[in-house]
């Protein structure tokens, strides 16, 4: 894994041959007059010229005449932390952390959502750019590629978080999320457990998902095991729609049930508590959950959670130094792998005799 200290390079130079509006408008099959009102009136045009407008714009990378020297060389102080939800709040214990660094440095975040949806991603980093933001956090590895185009014609530096970019193709901080789920699935195979459950937040724009996922079947087939596809469910992060994700696997066949349920985080498997309390299933003597991110949620349980701990705040700490020192031109760590650990509560055991 790459850990080298590299220079910040500077922003890319504004071609000779930057677009017009006159080519979004042709592209665009609209007037040079849309075109403007889309950029600073949208109101008043209709959501499908808009539309049309605005990929044109994507596609040939326009700037509007005199925005780009603004945007490169004016200093807004700002950082944008743009997060897939709000309703998660390992999100905003990350955001907070990095927010304590960059205050003592006189920047400030704007925090932006895009609900797992990478095109809306891109739209609000295109609209925080506009406004002057000068970099950016982005949560994950999976992202529209023009997402990446988009801030290198604007010269604005950018970290993801939350996993490691292998390839070194892009600046990142995080963790494995796959070693830590198959070091997870690995101990729970040691306890004697060969039925297995997973609840896992939907993998559409989620690479942290997936990948939690992936450790859980490289473990398992490691082990000669399997994951039936009926004893995986997905859904939102949510304790009513986890809730009801785990009330699906206690519906199976007593003798199919899994007798340890994988959560890929603490809000699938404190939903999967509540539903085993609901149908009187005993945790951990009937069957074991476990989590991921260690948060209070599911230490305060009853019984206590067994969780992968995994860097939150210090990935928010060491995004913020990242940036602040590419906007200041200093070396800095392009990828930062961080550590996690396996916190071992009550809510695991050996599977009953009768598995």
């Given at each position: ?23 979004v ?55 944008g ?53 000068d ?15 988009m ?31 198959f ?16 609840l ?21 087939s ?80 009853t ?12 990935v ?26 396996i ?13």
């Amino acid at each position: 894994m790459p850990s080298d200290l590299a220079p910040e390079t500077p922003a890319p130079a504004v071609a000779a041959s930057r677009p017009s509006a006159k080519d979004v408008a042709r592209l665009a099959g609209v007037s040079t007059a849309t075109v403007s009102r889309v950029l600073n009136t949208p109101e008043q045009v209709d959501v499908h010229t808009q539309q049309l407008v605005r990929e044109a714009v994507t596609k040939l990378r326009y700037v509007p005449h005199g925005a780009a020297r603004a945007l490169r060389s004016a200093r807004s102080q700002m950082i944008g932390a743009v997060v897939p939800s709000f309703d998660y709040a390992l999100y905003a214990r990350t955001t907070s952390a990095m927010q304590t660094v960059l205050d003592a440095k006189g920047y400030s975040v704007v925090l932006a959502e895009h609900h797992y949806d990478l095109k809306a991603e891109l739209r609000t980093t295109e609209q925080l750019i506009r406004h002057g933001v000068d970099a950016f956090v982005f949560v994950g590895l999976d992202h529209d590629p023009a997402l990446f185009t988009m801030l290198e014609n604007y010269g604005r530096p950018y970290v993801l978080t939350w996993g490691v970019d292998t390839n070194g193709r892009h600046p990142s901080i995080g963790f494995d999320n796959r070693a830590a789920t198959f070091a997870l699935t690995r101990h729970l195979i040691g306890m004697g457990h060969r039925r297995f459950g997973l609840l896992s937040a939907y993998t559409q724009g989620n690479d942290r998902a997936s990948e939690r996922g992936a450790g859980v079947r490289a473990a398992l087939s490691q082990a000669g095991l399997s994951l039936p596809e009926d004893c995986v469910a997905y859904g939102a992060i949510d304790l009513v729609t986890t809730t009801a994700m785990m009330r699906g696997l206690l519906r199976l066949d007593p003798a199919r049930r899994p007798t340890a349920v994988i959560g890929t985080n603490d809000i699938f498997a404190v939903g999967a508590m509540l539903a085993c309390r609901e149908a009187g299933v005993r945790i951990p003597h009937d069957i074991s959950v476990t989590g991921c991110d260690n948060t209070d949620l599911g230490a305060t349980q009853t019984p206590s959670l067994t969780s992968i701990r995994t860097p939150i705040t210090e990935v928010g700490r060491a995004a913020a130094e990242q940036v602040i020192a590419r906007l200041e031109g200093r070396p800095f760590q392009r990828s930062m792998l961080l550590p996690f650990d396996i916190v071992i509560r009550d809510s695991v055991g050996p599977p009953p005799p009768t598995a």
